[in-house]
């Protein structure tokens, strides 16, 4: 599959300091520091249940952090209408949500004409070079059951861009396919981050943790135990949390 790059306009760092969360007794988060700079790939890896997906959570605020801060660009962002913070982060998730009684081009199209405000011929022009990008044009007026999981999926990260996001998240976003889907898809989030996409993944593909993050980030029990570059956290990996899962995973 190839694919047409895209570039946002103007790249953005997120940062979360301190970040707390718990629900009830149980401590999800504790005290997270992460740092993403501007146009750059952080992957996040770590056993199940170590607070992976929360903490993206955390950070696009479906779930409010009890005490850190969440700054964009240097600014801290907790006191904005939280709507308006989620229009910048575009968020991917392991499902792919999509409505299955409306057509492909139909489900990229409804954000932008009803949150942006787009008319629906130019909702519909901006969700077809969506759709070009991941490569499903073709398919602009199928319906989401005829598509394969890793289509569906193209079609989910076209939805998310089509907001035009400063910010990728994506939440184990192959771990729902078949194997044999997962690399397409993998390849699309790749051009994403060459084109300078700011973007936080959460994957349990340690291939591309390794060849296309800029920085890995190891959590465990709630908090990050070790941030490096690929090749630090790959092959000279410092606590022994982190040698004993990638000695499971690799």
């Known amino acids: 599959m190839t694919v047409t790059t895209t570039t946002p306009s103007s790249a953005v760092s997120l940062t979360g300091t301190g970040l707390h969360l718990s629900f009830g007794a149980n401590h999800v988060l504790r005290g997270v520091d992460i740092h993403v700079d501007a146009g750059t790939t952080t992957t996040v890896i770590g056993p199940s249940g170590s607070g992976k997906s929360t903490l993206l959570r955390v950070l696009n605020r479906l ?3 009890q005490s ?14 939280p709507d308006v913070l989620r229009r910048r982060i575009g968020m991917v998730f392991q499902q792919f949500n999509l409505f299955p009684h409306k057509s492909v081009v139909q489900n ?8 942006l405000g787009l008319s629906s011929d130019e909702a519909r022009d901006l969700a077809l070079r969506h ?3 991941v490569g499903l044009k073709h398919k602009a007026d199928a319906r989401p059951s005829t598509l394969s999981g890793g289509q569906q999926q193209r079609v989910a990260i076209a939805r998310a861009l089509a907001m035009s996001p400063e910010i990728m998240f994506f939440d184990e976003a192959t771990s729902a396919l078949d194997p044999e889907l997962v690399k397409g898809v993998l390849a699309l989030m790749a051009d994403l981050s060459t084109g300078g996409m700011t973007m936080i993944v959460v994957t349990h593909e340690m291939g591309y943790a390794r060849d296309v993050s800029d920085n890995v980030v190891f959590m465990d029990e709630g908090a990050v135990v070790e941030t490096g570059e690929p090749e630090q956290i790959f092959t000279d990996a410092r606590s022994d949390r982190l040698k004993t899962f990638l000695s499971q995973v690799l």
């Open 63 to 65: 779930h409010e952090p």
């Open 131 to 133: 759709l070009d990008t």
């Open 108 to 115: 990229v199209a409804m954000g932008p004409h009803k949150l």
């Open 68 to 81: 850190g801060d969440i700054l964009v660009d240097g600014r801290s962002v907790l006191n904005d209408d």
